[in-house]
């Protein structure tokens, strides 16, 4: 089974008398995250990591006190319509992280109840529910759901990645906070932020490298947070230090700097949702007309042509194509001739 996500590597070599990108073979890079960055934000990250902005050190080097991160929480405003009552914040680490931040900060809010409600779509939320990957996932209409009064929070994931399970629905909660994972899609189309108190998304699928995770949290939820709840993890710390209440990952944060903007100056993220639904047509239509998949041999062969990586986590088997904002038109065109070639030769 081929889950497709609706969302090549280029070799860095220094010089002694130039600074170039040599990209000895030509590769579709439809990584899951760590996904593919576009060429022309790699050439920029190349150039500063020599001299960053002409200050004369490498981004490597440079503090994090020099970072005016209010102005890539613009461009984030800007293309999700964020209201002024709520924060954007970027944390270290992946969105993994959040599985634990979210109830240490939000499981207060209704003093002495301590519960929450999590609709289970996948694995991003089966992995914090159950730890045990179940083989069928059934999302009942949401007007059969049986939540909880007591809860603080319902949390969901819009997108799960394993077996690309979409929440095209909202859910309907009364009195309690609804918390979104959004990293599978993050700026890959327009959000409505107002109908959220809580929207976290590891940016290394859409927006940046791996090592950084956007917060964006209502105003009146900060401070609530449980008495064993790290410091690192507390939204009302790290909104009130600006995001550098311990020093963040300042490379990839500087790499979200220039991904920011080839969102914003390739059309945002409506242009990103247009495209997006264009390469997933071109990968399901080859899905669709084909018969039997022999896991192995096609992942064999995709490395062979350059294709990479195409496996799905070892626990669950299986290939994962996964067409995130940089993934190009082109790129998924030889993965789709690719496909096509390949059925044909081996007639499956």
């Known amino acids: 089974m081929l889950t497709v996500h609706t969302f090549g590597p280029l070799w860095l070599t220094r010089h002694p008398h130039r600074h170039t990108v040599d990209t000895p073979r030509q590769v579709v890079n439809s990584g899951p995250g760590p996904a593919k960055l576009p060429c022309s934000v790699l050439l920029k990250i190349q150039k500063e990591l020599l001299d960053y902005k002409g200050v004369g050190i490498s981004v490597l080097e440079i503090s994090h006190r020099l970072w005016e991160l209010s102005d890539?929480?613009?461009?984030?405003?800007?293309?999700?319509?964020?209201?002024?009552?709520?924060?954007?914040?970027?944390?270290?680490?992946?969105?993994?992280?959040?599985?634990?931040?979210?109830?240490?900060?939000?499981?207060?809010?209704?003093?002495g109840r301590y519960c929450a409600d999590y609709v289970v779509t996948g694995f991003g939320t089966i992995n914090i529910v159950h730890l045990k990957l179940?083989?069928?996932?059934?999302?009942?209409?949401?007007?059969?759901?049986?939540?909880?009064?007591?809860a603080s929070y319902v949390y969901h994931c819009t997108k799960e990645m394993v077996r690309?399970?979409?929440?095209?629905f909202m859910p309907r909660v009364k009195g309690a906070v609804l918390v979104c994972d959004m990293s599978s899609n993050f700026l890959s189309k327009p959000v409505g932020v107002f109908k959220f108190r809580v929207i976290f998304a590891g940016a290394q699928k859409n927006a940046d490298s791996a090592g950084v995770t956007v917060v964006i949290v209502c105003d009146d939820l900060l401070g609530f947070a449980l008495r064993?709840?790290?410091?690192?993890?507390?939204?009302?710390?790290?909104?009130?230090?600006?995001?550098?209440?311990?020093?963040?990952?300042?490379?990839?944060?500087?790499?979200?700097?220039?991904?920011?903007?080839?969102?914003?100056?390739?059309?945002?993220a409506a242009a990103m949702e247009k495209l997006s639904s264009i390469k997933s047509q071109m990968i399901g239509e080859m899905i669709d007309n084909s018969r039997i998949l022999h896991i192995k041999r096609f992942l064999d062969k995709a490395l062979e042509?350059?294709?990479?990586?195409?496996?799905?986590?070892?626990?669950?088997?299986?290939?994962?194509?996964?067409?995130y904002n940089a993934v190009t038109i082109e790129d998924v065109q030889k993965l789709a001739t690719f496909m096509k070639n390949l059925l044909e030769m081996h007639q499956l």
């Open 72 to 111: 890539f929480a613009k461009i984030i405003n800007r293309e999700s319509s964020i209201p002024d009552n709520y924060k954007v914040i970027f944390v270290p680490r992946g969105g993994s992280s959040q599985f634990s931040a979210v109830p240490l900060n939000l499981i207060g809010l209704k003093a």
């Open 134 to 150: 179940v083989n069928d996932i059934d999302i009942p209409y949401p007007s059969t759901w049986n939540l909880n009064w007591d």
């Open 164 to 168: 690309g399970v979409g929440c095209d």
């Open 228 to 268: 064993e709840c790290p410091s690192v993890l507390e939204y009302k710390a790290q909104a009130g230090n600006s995001s550098r209440y311990n020093a963040p990952p300042c490379c990839s944060i500087s790499v979200m700097g220039l991904v920011l903007p080839w969102i914003e100056n390739n059309g945002g």
């Open 305 to 323: 042509f350059n294709i990479l990586p195409l496996n799905r986590y070892r626990s669950v088997g299986g290939i994962r194509a996964s067409l």
